[in-house]
Structures are given as structure tokens and as C-alpha cells.
């Protein structure tokens, strides 16, 4: 696999192969479907650049993680036949990620990216469940003409069979909400139940996980 013109974290190369490295960065700098502001086909590069400024001592644990290894591979190239040919692009890579048994990180680009992801670890996670950090359920079936929309993510997850559990939801449509009346493997825990009762929420979030697990923040998630 190819790597990225810089390493994460401006770490040293000895730790930034693919031979040496635990983690794999997949940047993913689709920005297709995007409704309010386009950008985020920016986000990787600014993401990863920026690393190289931050502290790579974790305080809490005392130990420096990117030890570990950490590859970026090149970023998924944009597809003018749309966002399904991209989602595709991002499975073929994670499945090479999976099959080389390290751990992959996505880097976006707008939040229809885990569409891809997903698809790729449910054929090897039976059990999956998606945690979604989200400010929106992502649970319409299709948005603006397209099943592959930020909007409709969640909806997605749950196409796919993997359980899915939300934090942190405080914009939904009718549409969504009639759905989660209905949906049977799927639990929200919505930002007024974080604020009011966090400790309950965080022991709910882990009652409903599964053995494997994979995690999805959307930015929009942090409540200013």
C-alpha cells in the first residue's frame, strides 16, 4: 500500500511503514453530498497535517502510543461517477487493512464515509456494532436523491445488520423518528439525556455494545 507524503503525527520513520505499523490512517476526502457548507474534502490533509503539532506523551496512561505504528496510506482518489464508487473505493481498502490484521482509521471527508467502512467489517464481524457520535440520527433512507447521503448513514448501518447505538443526537426529522419507533437493533441516546444524566448514559452505551465495535464521530457531535 502506498504511503502518504507526510506521517501522522510527524512521527519517525521507523514507526510509519506499513511493515512497522499496528494502525492504518485511510484518508477519505469525499465531499459529494455535503448540504450546508462544502470543505470537507479538505478535512484529511488538515487533520493529518496538523498532527505534527500535537504531543505525542499520553499523560493518563503514560506511555507514547504511536509506538505502535502508524501508516497513512494515500487518500481514496475522488470519483466523478459519485459517492457509491467512492464508498466502494474505501471498502476495497479497509478489506486490505482488515486482511493484513491491523487496525484501520478513517479520516474524513463527510460522514457517508462509514458506509464504507461498515460494510467492509460486517463481512468479517458477525457481532459489529456501530457507536455513533453524532448531533444528527442519519436515519433517512434516502436524501436528496441518493441512499448514499451524510444523511442517511445510520440507515445504512442498519441495512447492513450491524447493531448501532447513538450519543448525542439533538436534530432529527418525523421521518427518523417513525423509524426508530420501529427499528429493533438500534438505541439513541439523545444530547438532552447526556447533559442531564451522563454516568447513566455512559453505563447504557456499554450495555448495548457488542464484542466488536466500531466507532464514528461526526464533529458536529461537540455541542458548543
Known amino acids: 500500500m502506498k504511503p502518504y507524503s507526510v506521517s501522522f503525527g510527524g512521527i519517525p520513520d521507523k514507526y510509519s511503514s506499513w511493515k512497522s505499523s499496528s494502525f492504518v490512517v485511510i ?3 469525499i465531499d459529494m453530498t455535503t448540504t450546508y457548507m462544502s470543505g470537507t474534502r479538505n478535512g484529511p490533509r488538515a487533520i493529518i497535517e496538523a498532527s505534527g503539532h500535537m504531543e505525542l506523551f499520553d499523560e493518563e496512561n503514560k506511555i507514547e502510543p504511536y509506538r505502535a505504528g502508524i501508516f497513512v496510506s494515500t487518500e481514496i482518489p475522488s ?17 486490505a487493512v482488515i486482511r493484513a490484521g491491523k487496525f484501520p482509521v478513517i479520516v474524513g471527508g463527510e460522514h457517508s464515509g462509514t458506509c464504507g467502512a461498515v460494510s467492509a467489517l460486517k463481512k468479517k464481524y458477525e457481532d459489529l456494532t456501530v457507536l455513533q457520535f453524532d448531533a444528527h440520527a442519519d436515519l433517512r433512507d434516502t ?25 448525542g443526537v439533538r436534530s432529527i426529522s418525523e421521518e427518523e423518528d417513525r423509524f426508530l419507533r420501529r ?25 448495548n455494545l457488542t ?14
Request: charged share 25%.
Open 211 to 224: 464484542g466488536n465495535v466500531y466507532i464514528s464521530i461526526d464533529l458536529d457531535v461537540f455541542d458548543p
Open 79 to 95: 470519483l466523478t461517477a459519485g459517492p457509491h464508487a467512492m464508498l466502494k473505493e474505501l471498502e476495497k481498502r479497509m478489506k
Open 27 to 29: 484518508p477519505f476526502p
Open 143 to 167: 436524501y436528496q436523491g441518493t441512499p448514499w447521503n451524510h444523511a442517511c448513514v445510520g440507515r445504512r448501518v442498519v441495512d447492513s445488520g450491524a447493531r448501532l447505538v447513538q450519543v
Open 183 to 207: 427499528a429493533e437493533n438500534v438505541k439513541t441516546f439523545y444530547a438532552s439525556e447526556v447533559r442531564d444524566n451522563l454516568a447513566d448514559v455512559t453505563r447504557g452505551v456499554v450495555s
